[in-house]
């Protein structure tokens, strides 16, 4: 009997669900605005579940979150962004349908998604960094996905950063709050609001704030590069996929902060291309990994 997936992409913006073949064709997909059923998620899905569910053996229904989640407990733990999707509710829901449900973050699933595209040896080990409204990163070594002991890994735009100096009395100022795609909007508003914001980066680019911006990126790319010395790297997100945004550069400022000349010499950048459904995709991979992970 063929196999079938549900794929949910829970994003900021949107929910998007899909449901997926074995060969990664998405059959039918529904899009929702998340604000307004961040609430009553647990209800829309279930619903776009009971219209397929009859007619097609699906196995696994897979939802990428952006924030942490506890797959032990089904649990949606924290979600800065929309509070409301945060609960217990999901393993009622895999009771419910009699379904597994699997759980994760929605940057690792970009990740599974285009290490897949881009057709990455699954035995590669990949890093993915994604600048968009926020700073997200996926870490994947060897052919598993890397999500610490409790499934916070990759929360580079959260780790400290001390560009306008230390902080000795309170938590550190973050890299989100300096490298992001908010940021960017208050850096056009606060010093360039007379340039159109689509060429910030041509217009401005040698400006303190510019360059700023692109080395505090750059630098940190190639902390963890170091770090984890992994030379196969994913770069996406509205920011960096933008016409305007300096790539060639940004590739220098990571390879003359590199410690190792093997890392430099082997090192290889790949650009993810903005597509709506890759989120429901990267689930059903993500899914049919764990899967034969776990069922063995």
Do not use: C, W
């Not at 990428?64 to 924290?78: K, N, S």
């Not at 090192?267 to 992970?293: P, V």
């Amino acid at each position: 009997m063929e196999k079938y997936y549900i794929g949910i992409d829970v994003g900021g913006t949107n929910v998007r669900m899909g449901l997926v073949d074995e060969k990664n064709n998405i059959l039918f997909e529904e899009k929702h605005k998340s604000q307004p059923i961040a609430h009553k998620l647990d209800e829309v899905v279930k619903d776009f579940v009971n219209k397929y569910k009859n007619d097609y053996h699906i196995v696994a229904i897979s939802m990428g979150f952006p924030g942490l989640v506890d797959q032990e407990t089904r649990a949606v733990i924290d979600t800065p962004n929309i509070r409301a999707l945060e609960g217990n509710y999901l393993m009622k829901l895999e009771q419910e349908l009699n379904i597994p449900i699997i759980l994760g973050n929605d940057v690792n699933y970009l990740l599974m998604y285009d290490a897949e595209y881009f057709n990455i040896n699954p035995k590669q080990s990949v890093l993915g960094f994604y600048l968009g409204t926020g700073f997200g990163n996926a870490i994947r070594i060897k052919d598993e996905l890397y999500q610490g002991d409790n499934g916070a890994a990759g929360e580079i735009g959260h780790v400290p950063q001390y560009l306008n100096g230390i902080n000795y009395n309170d938590k550190q100022s973050d890299l989100e709050s300096y490298v992001s795609g908010f940021k960017l909007v208050e850096i056009h508003k606060k010093h360039f609001n007379q340039t159109p914001f689509e060429r910030l980066f041509i217009d401005h680019f040698d400006s303190k704030e510019i360059q700023d911006y692109l080395h505090l990126l750059g630098f940190y790319i190639a902390a963890e590069i170091t770090i984890l010395d992994i030379a196969t790297i994913i770069l996406g997100g509205g920011v960096i996929m933008s016409e305007q945004f300096p790539r060639e550069y940004l590739e220098k400022i990571v390879k003359r902060n590199l410690h190792a000349k093997v890392t430099v010499d082997k090192l290889k950048f790949y650009y993810a291309e903005s597509q709506a459904n890759s989120g429901i995709l990267g689930a059903t991979i993500y899914a049919k990994n764990y899967l034969s992970k776990n069922q063995k």
